[in-house]
């Protein structure tokens, strides 16, 4: 699937969601699965149940209550509102206006830069969207080109907060930052206060990216271009290869103090001057090339896809019951739909629990540049293939963000290399990465009754030894080697090590604990006790998350089976993090 074009149901699938009837998928990522539905009224919504690990998870059910909250209190042209939700049922979920359209991001891969006054129109509706998140005492705080959709009739912000509930359970513990990397405000990277002139600040980052393909920090991997943004103050990026109509719009959104910034209705008004016509005219504002996909997923929309293989028989199978929050029940033939019933009572068989019932909450009429059919669903996280560079200027202290990265694997020869970083090869090439978000882990590899892996090596002494300085450095197991200061992390790394403002490891491939010694038993721990895809400096430093004895097993880059067996856990006074001596044994299959 791509952007909002539906899919068929799957058997697994539900067949409706607390009244609402499922006609397709629209995506899956690392928060659930979203799918298209109508009300009776024919309204398009997006429906997305969340994964049953998150529902199982107090604190991830508050904050989500929260995000979700926060994000009703927003109303306003330019922003795809949510309409439902439930928090107290066995999954979670909660449905959204759905606007067929593509990201920003999948545009600009797919078609390259827009023409300038496409630009100034985006960044424009995107401002006033702005305006009304902050009037809302909210801020976004995650603004990139992967959250904002281009409809026929202009951009559309999404997520503003609601896959933070996500991120921020994650790192309750470990005491990161959320965000992207390459579309973060100074202060933000700083791990300072950040209030509504960051969105502005990530704006003009979109804005110079839109327009010529190329961000103002350059192509480095995402913590490079972080740990350059945190600078801003000292070195200021260079805007002179950037449009002369767009210079003044970069300038005053990349300031490096927050109230120099532009306000967004400023903003706003300084895109409708540049682009020569009112915001508010939407005909003809993409290339025709975008116009015609968009249009394309309208009409997908419209004509949802039927599933190709028969439901469930739930009342013969009862393990193939979909999952969906108990005591859920379609609307009974007769019942008024949501989105036109009187404000009582409410109708029999739609579930909702929130705080205001489903016909009193607000809902905002089509206007011009408003969707008339409903909700947005956030792009898949685009695929990170290369390498992470990390150039951090003395006494930045620039934090790690949450996520998993999904990185594209590599399979080849490789040659034998050094076990630590006094032994390390010399620089790998370098291309630019897109930032991490929290995602779905992929997949470990094959059944442990399938393995039939033979020994590489066994118990060999390797020593994951915390970096010197502030920077990340790479883990790559299959060689086996550790990157030395300076170098490029690789996307065959299965790990990285930071000492960024105490850091953390963060583990590349999906790794989990072991029970046992045994190649079937290391592929049985990286499949079902797998940790989460950040371990922070302070678990680290306790030993409580990877006490010695510990057996840390992964699928490799390359298709290999690694086991890490922690046997000494050593606290160096210069160091945030500790030093893990190890024996890795690598099985190939």
């Not at 170098?487 to 000492?499: I, K, N």
């Not at 840390?552 to 089976?561: E, R």
């Amino acid at each position: 699937m791509r952007d909002g074009v539906p899919e068929p149901l799957r058997a697994e699938d539900p067949r409706e969601i607390s009244g609402y009837a499922l006609r397709g998928r629209l995506g899956e990522g690392g928060m659930g699965t979203v799918y298209l539905s109508h009300t009776r009224g024919g309204q398009a919504v997006a429906v997305k149940l969340i994964r049953r690990e998150f529902g199982d998870d107090p604190e991830f059910r508050r904050r989500f209550e929260q995000e979700v909250q926060a994000a009703r209190r927003v109303q306003g042209y330019h922003l795809v509102p949510v309409v439902d939700h439930d928090t107290s049922g066995r999954q979670p979920w909660l449905a959204s206006v759905f606007v067929p359209g593509m990201s920003l991001n999948s545009a600009l891969k797919d078609h390259g830069p827009l023409p300038l006054p496409a630009v100034f129109r985006l960044i424009g509706c995107t401002a006033r969207a702005l305006t009304a998140i902050h009037a809302a005492d909210v801020v976004h705080r995650d603004l990139k080109p992967g959250n904002i959709l281009l409809g026929a009739a202009g951009p559309y912000v999404i997520d503003f907060g609601i896959a933070r509930a996500a991120d921020a359970t994650q790192l309750t513990r470990s005491g990161g930052l959320i965000g992207t990397p390459q579309f973060m405000s100074p202060e933000h990277a700083l791990g300072e206060e950040t209030g509504p002139a960051a969105d502005v600040f990530s704006l003009g980052l979109i804005a110079a990216l839109a327009a010529t393909g190329r961000h103002p920090y350059g192509a480095g991997g995402a913590m490079t271009v972080a740990a350059q943004i945190a600078n801003t103050e000292h070195r200021p990026p260079r805007l002179d290869g950037y449009p002369p109509e767009l210079r003044p719009l970069l300038e005053r959104c990349l300031a490096a103090d927050p109230s120099a910034r532009v306000s967004p209705d400023e903003l706003a008004a300084l895109c409708e001057r540049s682009a020569g016509r009112p915001l508010s005219e939407s005909a003809g504002w993409l290339p025709e090339p975008l116009a015609a996909e968009i249009a394309r997923h309208e009409r997908a929309a419209q004509l949802p896809p039927q599933p190709t293989t028969p439901a469930p028989d739930h009342a013969t199978d009862p393990a193939a019951v979909p999952t969906y929050p108990p005591d859920a029940s379609p609307l009974p033939t007769g019942a008024t739909d949501p989105a036109t019933a009187p404000a009582d009572p409410v109708p029999p068989g739609v579930r909702t629990e929130s705080t205001t019932p489903l016909q009193h909450r607000p809902h905002t009429p089509p206007q011009p540049g408003y969707p008339s059919a409903p909700a947005p669903v956030a792009d898949p996280a685009p695929k990170s293939s290369r390498p992470v560079r990390v150039v951090v200027a003395a006494g930045v202290a620039l934090l790690l963000v949450a996520g998993t990265w999904a990185i594209a694997t590599h399979v080849g020869d490789r040659g034998g290399g050094a076990t630590d970083a006094d032994g390390s090869h010399g620089d790998r090439p370098s291309d630019s990465e897109s930032g991490p978000k929290f995602s779905e882990s992929a997949s470990p590899g094959p059944s442990a009754q399938q393995s039939g892996y033979r020994v590489i090596f066994k118990n060999r002494p390797f020593a994951l030894r915390a970096p010197a300085e502030a920077s990340v450095i790479g883990v790559d197991l299959d060689e086996p080697r550790i990157s030395g200061p300076g170098e490029f992390t690789d996307s065959d790394d299965e790990l990285e090590l930071s000492e960024v403002l105490g850091g953390g490891w963060t583990f590349r491939t999906p790794m989990g604990k072991s029970t046992g010694a045994t190649p079937e038993a290391c592929l049985q721990g990286s499949q079902s006790d797998v940790l989460p895809s950040e371990v922070g400096e302070k678990e680290l430093q306790r030993g409580q998350t990877l006490p010695v004895g510990t057996r840390l097993c992964t699928v490799t880059s390359d298709g290999n089976l690694a086991m890490l067996r922690i046997t000494k856990v050593e606290q160096r006074a210069t160091n945030d993090l500790p030093d893990y001596f190890t024996e890795l044994t690598l099985w190939q299959r």
